[in-house]
């Protein structure tokens, strides 16, 4: 079991930039992919980015691709998530999640560990 804790939310105008940071915990953290997970007030949590266990893959959702990067450092059991030009359509809880696999998926059901979550507010 990994535990996670997610940091870097905030308030932001639109266009600005905010990077979300998740410190995990356990020896395994570098076996399993990882990802960044939202959800959005009377909206279903979605899958905004994941990268793999060496960091060679990734796969971003359609509205983030180009503004939104994930990188990992398996040396300090980190993951981040760096948003540009941000849009008010970005606000919601940000949950950083571990994988039950090596590479690449997305759907929360292929995430066992999940992170309390980072609210993200931005402004218009």
């Known amino acids: 079991q990994v535990q996670l804790v997610e940091s870097g939310g905030g308030l932001v105008q639109a266009g600005g930039s905010l990077r979300l940071s998740c410190a995990a915990s356990?020896?395994?953290?570098?076996?399993?992919?990882m990802g960044w997970f939202r959800q959005a007030p009377g909206k279903e949590r979605e899958s905004v980015a994941v990268i793999s266990w060496s960091g060679g893959s990734t796969y971003y959702a359609d509205s983030v691709k180009g503004r939104f990067t994930i990188s990992r450092d398996n040396a300090k059991n980190m993951v981040y998530l760096q948003m540009n030009s941000l849009k008010p359509e970005d606000t919601a809880v940000y949950y950083c999640?571990?994988?039950?696999?090596?590479?690449?998926?997305?759907?929360?059901?292929?995430?066992?560990?999940w992170g309390q979550g980072t609210q993200v507010t931005v402004s218009s």
């Open positions: 999640a571990a994988s039950k696999f090596r590479t690449v998926v997305t759907g929360g059901a292929n995430f066992g560990s």
């Open positions: 356990g020896r395994t953290f570098s076996r399993y992919a």
